[in-house]
Structure formats: structure tokens, C-alpha cells
């Protein structure tokens, strides 16, 4: 096998937002950037902010331009089947249709009538409440709808041209108990009884309840399967195009319920089935188990995640990297990083940050990522899993938990199968997880072999106390009779010949002349460890198959994949000397610096507002008169040294006449841009002073009636907020040039690497030299870039290496002598330097990249630096993307640091 080939199918795939008015040469252009930076394809996905009409000639246009540009550059483009999400309403045009078409709730109370009501038993009325912004995914008619309005119009257009399609979230309820116009008809089909006779068994434990839940949600998920996902899957299998996505809260058991049912056996009908995975931290729960569990058992190669989302701009390329690999380890392959955005301007930078593409200052060493994930992801995916153990997944006893009410035990349950899962793991178990439905469509036995699809297991786990199929029995039944092995959790030895630390798990696959162990440290500590097939490594980064020891020691989160043939070579050995980065560097160069401007005073209709206004308050606050406004804003900029280049930064700067210091500055004649083509760089340094300047601008903003009814069904459900555009936008603005950022008052540090400190700046001089550690502290607390710093140091040998750690630096390039070194993007930050030295004096140059957090935040909440950054998080005051921000605020301003430390 070639490892250092990675063919574009392994390569991410990302989110692409169109969030914006779109521009063909634009779209050619931003495929061409993702093109050099490793990626494989992209998801053309419309999502809020779009300006150009949805399914429109011109949106069509920017698709053929796009697949275009992928069959020139040998890309795979997908269609994104939705405006917004979740998939299936098709834009409004399906749930439109009427309240037949548009999704439901069972709830019930004690009146004696009311709307919708579907029967009383006992004096209690049993009803269904409708949504009208999304479907009825339990209905085929409403996905027949859906098929002719979105997907045929993309067939019939570019049939084989696209890879196929993206469906997102799709889901029987978020709401509680799901109820479909067909239930009735179908509960008598599939059971031979009344569903309405036992409506009070789903609610309460009384009767037959146990019995009756199984049914209803068994029910429920086979006609999810049947009637959304498989007509959808049938649909592009038929015409040679793939269907991926991923289905909603795929977590628990409790939220499993009425999503979906039970989420594993919906992955049957996904061409390369996929999940999403949200926030830095890493979260122990069961979708990767479920996702990978279920994938290989069905024979689908590849596994998708969508990841990232909510992780915020600060986020390093190793907490990625950890963040993907705790996935690939349970059997992940193909990485959709969540998100691209067309542009960056106004509510768009706020969508589920981190931003992902060329907007980012780490940009430039990105593709080291793209190569080292795709790397790994295609010799996961082109081996054989060779799992022995089935874990059968309790969904159907966690079913009969579930009341809509206390759920009392659920959760219990739950974290009892979780601990097991979580436990197999340190075991070194190599271990499937059984659905019973996919054991239904796909089980089997041969003699003492349990068979799933094309996985065949020697032993079975059975948790104590569940309630299985009849099916499930059976084939147990018939398991053991054959001889196979039968037994619990707690009965499951520990096994530890190929690796004794619990800390570092691994999975493992088969190749025709070799074994693949992919190994993985999944704590926050060095870990060291004895690997008994150790041999040769595969450098995931470059292809290359290097010495691997059997004696190591795993940096924080670091994988290594170990290629085990039986055969071994010698390690080299590396230098222990490190060469000692503390005092003084010199600044060779900076990318512009930044000063957030995010407060102003201003005015309505020329009456004050706010005398210290938070921006983001202003268009909201405008948005509740329902009528075109005057606003006037005002800036108030200290400068102490007056640089020679400083820019005013606006957004749409065509919008507002722009004063500085009472003299109006053309608004056309830019001079570029920083960071995101829509962020417009305006000369305003010959019009700056010494002392306090005013920057000022006055606009008339207004909104479409359309705006507006947009906004008020955003309130009622996440289809019409996940799709919401405004008109016009008031957003922050920035300084931008070669100058220092002087802060008033104390930096006091804070959790997870953060300082808050005072809401008062100045231009100052930008600083020539600097130290490594707390870079944000010496005059460039906004600053998103690249910074880089040289320094010359006398050695008396050649027997050095760089070693260190970082903080909110997300890559580092490295360079001796004039010779590139390297770039250093995660653990473990080493670098062996010793052949590009030499006796006497050497030069190091280092550049810096890091993120866009302290420029764009959010700096403002209370806890500092947040790990699950949403929207509502940048919001100070109540609105359509935050309900109750005011109890996370905080004026002050909150940075992370920007460090390099021996």
C-alpha cells in the first residue's frame, strides 16, 4: 500500500457555507484555496446570511461553476439537500403543503375538548400539536415531496457531475413524543391492535406499559427508516449518487428516543453514514461506538463526522487533531470540518465558530492537517476490522423508560452502559455494539459464531436485566447451543498483550501482509507504555514508515499508527539537549496588528442610545421599531504614537459616510482587506491625531418586510432562525496597521489560558522586540496572524532539538540557518535540528500563527474563554440568538494567551 498517496475520497470534505451573495469567480476561487490545502471535496451548503435566492438560476450557476472547478482540480462536489437545516423540509415547500405534511407531538391535559384532539380515555384528553416549519419524516408522501422539490431539480441538472448528497439532522421530534396522522393505521398493520387504547401506557407506567412502549418506538423508528431515510437512499442508489449526513442527538438514550427511534439502524441507509461532534471537549458518550459499530457490520468503508462546530476561534490545531482522532478510533474516516464560510461578514463570523478556511491565520500550514486526517482515515478505512466481541446495545429496555416525564432510572441505565462501553475500552476489548434491529435485518448464526451483516463475533455481552426481541432470544438461544460464548459485562477479562496501559487504547485492522494498530492517548498526561507489536510507525503527517520502539511514551493526546509485519529495525536516537527559548527575539515581521472596536456611543434618529454601546445591541434594538433609522455611531480611539500605517476596517463601508476627526474619507477607495475579503481596509492614517480621535458613521438602516416575518417565525422554530438574512447589518469595526496595543489596567488570569482585563486601549508603537511568553500581554492583545521572531545563539556542538510547549499558538515554522525546518502543529512539539546547526553562532527563525479568538472573541462572558462557543454567546442583551445573555456578561474584555515555553 502506498501511504504516501492519499487519493481526493479519503481528503476532508467540509461544510462550505454559502452565506452570502454568491459570486462565480469567487466560488472558483475558494475551491481553488481548499484545493491547495489538502482538502478532497465540499459540501455546497446553503446556510444563514445567503444573499442569492435559494434553488434560483443563479445559486444553479454557482453550482456548475463549482463542479467545474472540482473536475478541473479533481475534487468531489456534494449538493447539500436543505436551506438551513434540519433536512427534509425543502425551503418550506413540503410543510407547506398543510398540516398532512407538517410534523406533530402527542401531548395531552384534562380539558374536555380543544383543538386536534385525537381521543379521551378516562377523563384525559390525548392530542397532537403541530409544527408548522417542519415535517412529517414518518409520512413517505412528505419525502416524495421533498425528492421532486430538491433532489430531482440537482439530477436533472448535473446527474453523475455531483459525488451525491449531504441530509442533515433529519428528525421525527425534538419536542417530545412524536405522533404522525399514519400511526394509527400503521400501530394496527404491524401489531393487530388499538395504538388509542393504550395512548395512557406511553405516559405512564401502568398496564402493559414495558409492551407498549417497545412497540410504539420500534414502530416509530422502522417507519423513520422506511419512509424518510431509505426512500431518500433507495433514491440516489438508483441514479449512482451517495447519500452521507448524519441524523440528530445521537448521544443518549433518552434523546434517541424520539429523534429518531434508535439512531444505528437508520445507518443502513446512508452510502457513508456519518455523526456530528460539537465543542472542544471530548465527550464520552456512545455515537462513535454506535456509528462505527454499525458501519463496519453493513461493509460501508468509509465513516463521516461533521466536527468542530462550537469549538470557537481559539482552538488549536492539536485539539483538533484530538478531538477527530477520539473519533477515528472508533472508526471514523472521513472528516467533514464544520465550517467554511463564503464570508465572514456580520452574523455569518457567529455561526458556530471556529471559522475554518482561509479567514484564519493558520491557514498557510493547514494542509499538514488535511494530509495527516485523510492519511489516517484511508488506511482505517482499507483494512479489515477484525472485532471478536458483540456488546448488545440495550435501546429496546431503554425504551420502556421513557415517559416524557421523569424517565425515572433512564438516565441510570444509560451511564451504567456507557461505564461498560468506556471500560471495554481500557480493556483493549476489540468490540462492536449490537442493535437489535440490525440483528433483526442482518443477524445470523453459524455454528458458534454471532453474525451481523459481515462481522462475525466468538463471544456475545449480554447486560443483565434487559428485555430483548423474540429475534434477539433466538439467535442467542441458537448461539449458545453452537457452542458460542455467552456472557456479561463484568465477566469480560481485561486484555493487555499488545498494549499494558489502559490510557492508550487502540483499534486494530488487517491487511494482507501486515496489521495496522492505530493507538491513541486519550488523556491530558504523558503516558508510557509497552507495545509488543511494535516494529515500524507510519508518520500520519508525511507517509513516510519509520523505526518504531516498543518502549514509549505518548505526549498528551498523540495517536501513532504502528504497521506490524514481525519484523523490526533499530530507532535512532535524538538529541536530549534543547535549546532554550526564554529571553529576548526579534520581530522580523508582523501581519497587521488589530484593535477591536465592538463599543460606541450612538444614535437613533439623532437621540442618544447608548453612551458606551455594545454593537451588537444596535441592530436588534433597531430591528424592534419595525422602520427605517438614522444611526449614528461614534468611535473613540486613543493614540499615543501615530503610526505609519493605520487602516479603518468596515464591513460594507458602501453603507455609511465615514468621518474621521470630522473629515468624511471616500468609502470606495479601499486599500485591500484583513482576514476576510467583506472586512475593508479604508487609509485613514493621515486624518489621526495624537490624543483621542473620533471615528464616525451614519447610515440609514433599513429592512424588508420579508426581514422582519423572517425574524418572528425564527423564534418559533430552528428552520426558519437556521436560514434567517438580514438586509443590512451593524457590526464591530477594527484598526488595522503597524502599531502597538497598550492596555489599561491588570491582566488577570482566568481558567483554560486566559486573562481578563480592562476596556480601555491605546495605539502605541509596535513593539521590535519581544519574549515568547504571553505574547498578547506586549502589545498585541487582538492581534490574528502570523508574527516572526529570530534569534541567534552560540553553541559549542550541534547536538540540540526544539522542544516546547505552546498556548494559543496553532502552528509553528520553523527555520535554522535558512534552512526550513518544519512546521510544528501538536504534540509532541519536538523538532530534531542538530543536522541544519553547526559550532559557533546560529540563527532560529520561528513564525507564529495564531488564531482569530482575541480578535473576534467572544470577549465579553463571564466565565473568560468558553470550550462550547455558540452564538448566543457574543450577545449582551436579549434577541432572536440569545435568550438570557445578560447573566453570562461581563464589560471587561477576555484574551487568550498567545505563549512558546521552553
Not at 455467552?486 to 487502540?506: C, H, K, Q, S
Amino acid at each position: 500500500m502506498d501511504f504516501k498517496k492519499i487519493d481526493a475520497k479519503y481528503r476532508p470534505a467540509p461544510f462550505w457555507s454559502w452565506n452570502e451573495k454568491l459570486d462565480t469567480e469567487e466560488t472558483k476561487r475558494q475551491i481553488e484555496v481548499m484545493h491547495a490545502s489538502g482538502i478532497g471535496g465540499f459540501f455546497m451548503h446553503a446556510r444563514g446570511g445567503l444573499k442569492t435566492e435559494y434553488m434560483s438560476d443563479e445559486w444553479f450557476e454557482n453550482i456548475e461553476a463549482g463542479i467545474e472547478k472540482a473536475e478541473e482540480l479533481g475534487m468531489y462536489p456534494w449538493a447539500y439537500d436543505e436551506n438551513g437545516w434540519p433536512s427534509g423540509f425543502g425551503d418550506g415547500k413540503v410543510n407547506g403543503l398543510g398540516e398532512h405534511f407538517q410534523q406533530k407531538w402527542l401531548r395531552y391535559d384534562n380539558e374536555a375538548d380543544g383543538e386536534n384532539t385525537i381521543c379521551i380515555i378516562d377523563g384525559v384528553r390525548y392530542y397532537y400539536e403541530v409544527n408548522p416549519f417542519y415535517i412529517d419524516v414518518l409520512l413517505a408522501d412528505a419525502t416524495k415531496v421533498f425528492l421532486e422539490e430538491i433532489y430531482t431539480p440537482y439530477y436533472e441538472k448535473y446527474k453523475n457531475r455531483i459525488k451525491g448528497f449531504f441530509t442533515d439532522e433529519p428528525q421525527i421530534s425534538r419536542d417530545g413524543i412524536p405522533w404522525s396522522d399514519t400511526l394509527c393505521e400503521e400501530y394496527k398493520n404491524a401489531y393487530h391492535d388499538d395504538l388509542l387504547l393504550h395512548l395512557p401506557e406511553i405516559f405512564e407506567n401502568k398496564g402493559d406499559y414495558k409492551t407498549t412502549r417497545i412497540r410504539f418506538y420500534k414502530l416509530i423508528t422502522d417507519l423513520f427508516s422506511k419512509n424518510f431515510m431509505k426512500q431518500i437512499y433507495d433514491w440516489c442508489t438508483e441514479r449512482g449518487l451517495s447519500l452521507t449526513g448524519h441524523l440528530v442527538q445521537e448521544e443518549t438514550f433518552q434523546i434517541q428516543t424520539t429523534s429518531s427511534g434508535a439512531v444505528m439502524p437508520h445507518y443502513e441507509y446512508f452510502t457513508i453514514p456519518g455523526m456530528d461532534c460539537l465543542g472542544r471537549s471530548i465527550i464520552y458518550d456512545l455515537t462513535s461506538y454506535q456509528l462505527g459499530s454499525a458501519c463496519q457490520q453493513l461493509g460501508k468503508k468509509q465513516v463521516m463526522s461533521e466536527s468542530f462546530a462550537g469549538c470557537g476561534f481559539g482552538v488549536g490545531l492539536d485539539d483538533l487533531k484530538k478531538i477527530y482522532e477520539h473519533q477515528m478510533v472508533h472508526g471514523a474516516s472521513l472528516l467533514c470540518q464544520h465550517l467554511e464560510g463564503y464570508s465572514l461578514r456580520g452574523l455569518r463570523k457567529r455561526d458556530w465558530p471556529p471559522a475554518m478556511f482561509y479567514q484564519q491565520p493558520w491557514w498557510d500550514v493547514y494542509k499538514t492537517f488535511c494530509d495527516m486526517v485523510a492519511r489516517t482515515g484511508k488506511i482505517l478505512a482499507e483494512g479489515t476490522p477484525c472485532p471478536d466481541t458483540l456488546l448488545i446495545h440495550p435501546m429496546t429496555t431503554a425504551w420502556t423508560f421513557y415517559n416524557e416525564n421523569d424517565n425515572e432510572g433512564l438516565e441510570e441505565f444509560y451511564q451504567e452502559f456507557k461505564n461498560t462501553v468506556n471500560d471495554f475500552d481500557k480493556k483493549h476489548i476489540q468490540f462492536h455494539l449490537g442493535d437489535e434491529t440490525l440483528i433483526e435485518r442482518h443477524g445470523r448464526v453459524e455454528g458458534d459464531k454471532f453474525i451481523v451483516g459481515e462481522m462475525s463475533y466468538k463471544r456475545v455481552v449480554l447486560p443483565e436485566n434487559l428485555i430483548l426481541f423474540d429475534n434477539t432470544k433466538k439467535l442467542i438461544d441458537e448461539f449458545v447451543k453452537g457452542g458460542g460464548v455467552l456472557i456479561t459485562p463484568d465477566e469480560v477479562a481485561a486484555e493487555n498483550e499488545i498494549i499494558d496501559n489502559e490510557n492508550v487504547i487502540y483499534t486494530k485492522c488487517i491487511y494482507d501482509d501486515f496489521e495496522i494498530y492505530y493507538f491513541l492517548n486519550h488523556t491530558e498526561e504523558p503516558q508510557n507504555a509497552r507495545i509488543s507489536v511494535a516494529g515500524k510507525r507510519i508518520d500520519a503527517t508525511t507517509g513516510e514508515v519509520v523505526p518504531f520502539a516498543e518502549n514509549y511514551t505518548f505526549a498528551p493526546g498523540e495517536s501513532v499508527i504502528v504497521l506490524y509485519d514481525g519484523k523490526k529495525e533499530e530507532v535512532k536516537k535524538t538529541p536530549e539537549k534543547t535549546i532554550d527559548l526564554s529571553g529576548e527575539w526579534k520581530i522580523e515581521s508582523t501581519t497587521p496588528n488589530i484593535l477591536t472596536l465592538d463599543f460606541c456611543e450612538y444614535y437613533f434618529d439623532g437621540e442618544l442610545q447608548e453612551e458606551k454601546g455594545y454593537v451588537l445591541n444596535i441592530l436588534h434594538r433597531a430591528m424592534k421599531l419595525k422602520r427605517p433609522v438614522e444611526i449614528r455611531q461614534i468611535f473613540r480611539v486613543d493614540v499615543k504614537d501615530i503610526p505609519k500605517e493605520l487602516y479603518f476596517v468596515c464591513e460594507t463601508p458602501e453603507n455609511f459616510t465615514i468621518s474621521v476627526n470630522g473629515t468624511v474619507i471616500d468609502n470606495t477607495k479601499n486599500s485591500g482587506y484583513i482576514i476576510d475579503k467583506s472586512f475593508v481596509k479604508l487609509d485613514i492614517a493621515e486624518y489621526i491625531i495624537k490624543g483621542e480621535n473620533k471615528i464616525e458613521l451614519l447610515c440609514n438602516f433599513v429592512q424588508s418586510e420579508r426581514v422582519y416575518k423572517d425574524l418572528e417565525e425564527a423564534y418559533v422554530f430552528e428552520t426558519m432562525k437556521n436560514k434567517l438574512t438580514y438586509d443590512m447589518e451593524i457590526e464591530p469595526c477594527y484598526l488595522a496597521g503597524d502599531f502597538g496595543v497598550e492596555v489599561a489596567g491588570e491582566w488577570k488570569p482566568l481558567e483554560r489560558s486566559a486573562y481578563r482585563t480592562g476596556n480601555e486601549f491605546t495605539i502605541v508603537k509596535k513593539p521590535e522586540i519581544i519574549t515568547l511568553s504571553n505574547i498578547q500581554k506586549q502589545g498585541f492583545p487582538f492581534f490574528a496572524g502570523a508574527i516572526s521572531v529570530s534569534k541567534e545563539f552560540d553553541l559549542c556542538d550541534t547536538d540540540y532539538k526544539l522542544a516546547f510547549s505552546k498556548c494559543g499558538i496553532n502552528g509553528i515554522k520553523i527555520n535554522v540557518n535558512g534552512n526550513d525546518a518544519g512546521n510544528l502543529l501538536w504534540h509532541p512539539f519536538e523538532r530534531d535540528i542538530s543536522h541544519l546547526l553547526k559550532p559557533g553562532k546560529n540563527k532560529i527563525t520561528l513564525t507564529l500563527y495564531n488564531t482569530l479568538r482575541n480578535m473576534q472573541g467572544p470577549h465579553h462572558l463571564k466565565e473568560g474563554e468558553s470550550y462550547f462557543v455558540m452564538p448566543s454567546m457574543f450577545y449582551k442583551e436579549k434577541c432572536v440568538w440569545s435568550q438570557n445573555p445578560e447573566a453570562e456578561w461581563c464589560e471587561d474584555y477576555c484574551f487568550v494567551e498567545n505563549s512558546i515555553n521552553n
